[in-house]
């Protein structure tokens, strides 16, 4: 097994998200909790039946509550510490599935302070900037305004710090230490910080008066910030938030996840249309040395990062995705035409996103909510 890190901070190397269940100690997306959501919603999305999202926490206990009534809210998030990458957008379309489906508010929280806190290079302004330019991004999506609360740490900080402090007061350092791996080093503020992030988990119980279970749908990275939160939640007389966790979209160098350290193997939605083909047509394929040996031998989907961005967003039917794979194999489609088609679909996609995430910016105010206006 090659050597693999996921912190909240930092993900390196190729991901065994297998070991990392066992090491979170998540559960597994298995068999049984797809045949549930098949009868509650009628149908697998294609992020559950890919195993996109594959792993999580007290997943039936929240469908126990809402088969029994109970209507749970959604609590989601971002680092804005830079603009979005396409991969941050799979687990937000995926939250806007279950907003859809489930008739569900959602929470969205913008860590403009722990980003600020976490790196060097970037000021408060930057940070506050980012979270605006991300929000946009979510607005695209098509999230209901009237059930959707988007909101950065720095302008709702009266309300988060007032739960945050409450939480904060159950953590020793050396829990802190123990999960995060915190050294003399780490400014006091990120030693702080999960605080913050747990508090949106229990805001919509103190806003209701009353214990309102939570969803959490996240990239696996952020676990360790959710362990501490269902830890302090019988604490202060609160449900422990259910989570739900997605894998990380690959770069298009291959191997790792899309960073924002390589803007080259990474498509921003705001990249030019033509930057962004430049990028696939530059990715990382599973092609051989010569078209000759690719039609003789085939290529390797397996470690191809074009394929990988048809798996995980641009072929949503599963038919043509093994059609592909199976061209592919065969040598009867050349990496050439793959890498065209792929540049196609993102072109058209961000096209799409782009015009909508104008239109965004008028529509700010119906979905923000901050201490400060
Ligand atoms: Fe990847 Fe497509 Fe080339 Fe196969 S043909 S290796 S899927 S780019």
Known sequence: NEEFKVTPWDVTGKVDYAKLIEEFGTEPIDEGILTRWKRITGSIPMALQRKIFFSHRDLNWILDRYEQGEKFVLYTGRGPSGHTHIGHLMP??????LQDTFDAPLYFQMTDDEKFLYKDSLSLKEAMAFSYENALDVIALGFDPKKTYIFSDLEYNKTLYRIAVQVAKRITFSTAKAVFGFDSST???????TSMQSAPAFLPSVQAGKNVPVLIPHAI?????FRVTRDVA???GYYKPAAIHCTFLPSLAGSDKMSASRPETTIYTTDDVKVARKKILGAFTGGRVSVEEQKKLGGVPGVCAVFQYYYYLFEEDGAKLKERERKCMSGEIMCGECKLDLADRVASFLERHQEKREKAGDRIKDFVVSDYS
């Open 92 to 97: 937000w379309m995926f939250t806007k599935y």
């Open 187 to 193: 400014n006091i503020g990120l030693i702080f910080f």
């Open 221 to 225: 990275d952020q676990d360790p910030h």
């Open 234 to 236: 019988p604490k202060l």
